[in-house]
């Protein structure tokens, strides 16, 4: 099982800020990996697949890079309804998740 | 615009059995990879099946393997997962998401999601 790793857990960050969220994989993925934003109560939302491409309707300000091993998504300044839970998922071996990381208001 | 919506959750004792079913709209579903995915409370997600367009591949998590069976009918637009000898870490919320039209990779629709706990 490829297993996803996401860091950190939990990032406090404020209003306007650039953050980035990071996932890892315990062996190569290629650039198969996608990210999903979850609000408490609702469903995940696609947000970014093939490691870097938006999916449709996704703002500009959602960025994803990397391969293999190493990606992370990028917000490059967040707004109000942004936070929510982030998840890595794999689909290079199966499909795997990683453990999300909840982005709150400092 | 795509929706799914899922029925059939709620509660079942310990070795009990249940039917999920998830209906789509505003897409030809039939054209489409489908999979069940689910979220135990305060948990991360976990894709537990998947089944092509056509019925006739299909795969699963080895937490549910031999347990859980997906299904679809193309035919009626909707999508099914028989769960059988429950447990309690078998307790979770269920999505049905949609892949794309070649292959299960990414989730880009997903349902609202449906609540089974078992418990005694």
């Known amino acids: 099982e490829v297993v996803m790793t996401q860091s950190p857990a939990t990032l406090s960050v404020s209003p306007g800020e650039r953050v980035t969220l990071s996932c890892r994989a315990s062996?190569?993925?290629?650039?198969?990996l996608a990210w999903y934003q979850q609000k408490p109560g609702q469903a995940p939302r696609l947000l970014i697949y093939?490691?870097?491409t938006r999916a449709t309707g996704v703002p500009a300000r959602f960025s994803g890079s990397g391969s293999g091993i190493e990606f992370t998504l990028t917000i490059s300044s967040l707004q109000s309804e942004d936070f929510a839970i982030y998840h890595c998922?794999?689909?290079?071996?199966?499909?795997?998740f990683g453990q999300g990381t909840k982005l709150e208001i400092k | 615009q795509v929706q799914l919506v899922e029925s059939g959750g709620g509660l079942v004792k310990p070795g009990g059995s249940l039917r999920l079913s998830c209906v789509p709209s505003?897409?030809?579903?039939?054209?489409?990879?489908m999979s069940w995915i689910r979220q135990a409370p305060g948990k991360g997600l976990e894709w537990i099946s998947y089944?092509?367009?056509?019925?006739?591949?299909?795969g699963y998590a080895d937490s549910v393997r031999g347990r859980f069976t997906i299904s679809r009918d193309n035919a009626r637009n909707s999508l099914y997962l028989q769960m059988s000898s429950l447990r309690a870490e078998d307790t979770a919320v269920y999505y049905c998401?949609?892949?794309?039209?070649?292959?299960?990779?990414?989730?880009?629709?997903w349902g609202q999601g449906v609540l089974v706990t078992v418990s005694s």
């Open positions: 998401a949609r892949s794309s039209r070649s292959s299960c990779t990414w989730f880009d629709s």
């Open positions: 505003g897409f030809t579903f039939g054209d489409y990879y």
């Open positions: 089944i092509s367009s056509n019925t006739i591949n299909t």
């Open positions: 062996q190569s993925v290629s650039n198969n």
């Open positions: 093939g490691a870097s």
């Open positions: 998922q794999q689909y290079n071996y199966w499909y795997t």
